[in-house]
């Protein structure tokens, strides 16, 4: 995987010379956050734990950052590829105002590269490869508004990417009475992460697996970040849920999935509800069957037993969607698929024995 990271980052410096032939105009760009400057007119991004070393002219791992004239630009700022209202459940996030509408808007790139990532289309792609969209953080939330959207959610690629963006969309929207939800793979250094958890109402986090392992074979990242990442959100008191895509002959083994149940549950405790979600064959891992509905209910099982409270099973049809009192036991959120059929939940506690249930409601 290291190989493959200085193949992409040469790749990059190509790319970026040949970009270098036509002039940018950086009044247009939006000068980055996180970055320190060297003598020589080289930069480093401190932005991610990938720390990219950026000589004149080169792009980041992420393709949205460059160094311009030895000033780091995001290349993506107000430059959306996908806008759309979604339900909540999409992101997923079913304790955060279930059944409530959210403006979801994502740009181009992302700070890792997952060979089984499911939205590799905007993701792996360079700004100009995909067609985008001019819309200022106070147009995006004006959206919101004409929708009547509670929320606003950063998701589809990685967020952590279009920081700036993303900040400012978060501060107009707090402004204006809108939620905002960050969908990450929680890969970012621990000081722009805490300058952001205060623009932010929730997140979901994606553990992808529960071993440094599994990080180096499929992804170009690390999972001790990611662990950092979730500590450091349940340090701050922002709201969270977790995701882990569970995928046939990766990460799909019961002590894996048991020690990764153990460890949330040891740092965050039992109440922060967790998503298995269906792998399906995507990007450069197509040669992998989609994930068998029984390996996704032995994870369930395996969470349940280890004490986790609220688990879910994502992306198929089953009664593990549903939400559960994990006081008396009953069905308090009846799911299909992304909407809400019924719901028994009353100032954020159980309609039949008044437990106060974990999460931000209505």
Avoid at 110 to 137: H, K, M
Wanted: hydrophobic share 35%.
């Amino acid at each position: 995987m290291k190989k493959f990271v200085i193949i992409t980052m040469l790749l990059l410096l190509l790319l970026s010379l040949i970009l270098l032939a036509s002039p940018i105009d950086v009044e247009l760009l939006k000068e980055a956050q996180f970055y320190e400057k060297h003598d020589d007119g080289s930069v480093r991004c401190t932005l991610c734990p990938n720390r990219c070393w950026l000589p004149e002219g080169v792009t980041g791992l992420c393709r949205v950052r460059q160094n311009i004239n030895g000033t780091l630009y995001s290349l993506v700022y107000n430059k959306p590829v996908s806008v759309n209202i979604d339900p909540i459940e999409k992101k997923p996030l079913y304790h955060f105002y279930p059944g409530s509408k959210i403006l979801s808007l994502a740009t181009v790139g992302c700070n890792l590269r997952c060979n089984f990532c499911q939205n590799w289309t905007i993701s792996q792609s360079n700004p100009g490869e995909v067609r985008s969209y001019d819309a200022t953080s106070e147009e995006i939330v004006e959206l919101a508004k004409e929708y009547k959207c509670k929320s606003i959610a950063f998701t589809y690629t990685e967020p952590t990417v279009f920081y700036e963006y993303m900040v400012d969309i978060a501060k107009c929207a707090h402004e204006n009475g809108i939620k905002t939800v960050w969908v990450t793979c929680g890969y970012i250094n621990e000081e722009p992460l805490r300058q952001l958890i205060p623009y932010l109402d929730a997140a979901n986090m994606d553990l992808k697996g529960y071993s440094e392992d599994f990080y180096s074979t499929y992804t170009t990242g690390t999972l001790e970040p990611v662990l950092r990442t979730i500590e450091i959100c349940k340090e701050e008191g922002l709201y969270f849920e977790i995701t882990n895509l569970v995928i046939p002959d990766a990460n799909d083994d019961p002590e894996m999935i048991s020690d990764m149940c153990v460890w949330l549950k040891e740092t965050i405790g039992t109440e922060y509800p967790l998503h298995f979600s269906r792998f399906s064959p995507q990007f450069k891992l197509t040669n992998r069957p989609p994930t068998p509905v029984k390996t996704l209910e032995m994870a369930y099982d395996i969470a349940k037993e280890v004490g986790l409270k609220y688990v879910y099973i994502g992306n198929v049809v089953t009664a593990s969607e549903d939400t559960f009192c994990p006081n008396c036991g009953k069905k308090i959120i009846d799911r299909y698929g992304y909407s809400i059929q019924e719901m028994h939940i009353t100032d954020g506690k159980c309609d039949y024995c008044g437990h106060e249930i974990f999460g931000e409601f209505e």
